[in-house]
């Protein structure tokens, strides 16, 4: 390897361990190593710990709910917040939040997301093959016969 590649090589790494560089993953081993996010939307430092990173995503999606678009594999935590805002929207009444829904259904069609709430892939793999509306009504009508579990702050 010639000398520059060496050196650029490093630069990438020390950049990375002191936090100049933005993550778009959890580092490897991690439980959650398959979840993606888009480092134009999310600016996580490098340095950060994955419970830190994770904190700081979900916070992200409770304040700006679309941006869980930009996140492939959702760990079960920014699930989680996406539903608490969806749970609200639900029980204040009016139009149910159907891109936030679609969203959520998008995030469960790969088998590599983890389940967040019991169920919710079942209820999900139920609607395969439902026109898309169909399948965001029947989301909606299962998440709002769920209790109130995202009134609860989130642990975990």
Do not use: C
């Not at 081993?29 to 340095?47: C, E, L, N, Q, V």
């Not at 950060?48 to 869980?68: D, G, L, M």
């Amino acid at each position: 390897m010639p000398l520059i590649d060496q050196l650029a090589t490093l630069l990438g790494r020390a950049s990375r361990a002191l936090g100049f560089d933005s993550a778009d993953a959890f580092p490897p081993g991690h439980r959650y190593a398959h979840t993606r996010w888009d480092k134009a939307y999310f600016d996580i430092p490098s340095d950060w710990k994955p419970e830190r990173i994770e904190q700081a995503i979900a916070e992200a999606i409770t304040n700006t709910p679309s941006v869980f678009g930009y996140i492939a594999h959702p760990t079960p935590r920014m699930q989680r917040a996406l539903l608490g805002v969806i749970h609200g929207r639900l029980r204040r009444g009016g139009t149910p939040p159907n891109e936030l829904l679609a969203m959520l259904i998008e995030a469960y069609a790969s088998p590599r997301t983890p389940e967040a709430v019991p169920g919710l892939r079942a209820a999900i793999a139920a609607t395969f093959g439902y026109d898309p509306s169909m399948r965001v009504a029947h989301l909606a009508a299962w998440l709002a016969d769920m209790p109130a579990a995202f009134d609860v702050i989130d642990a975990g």
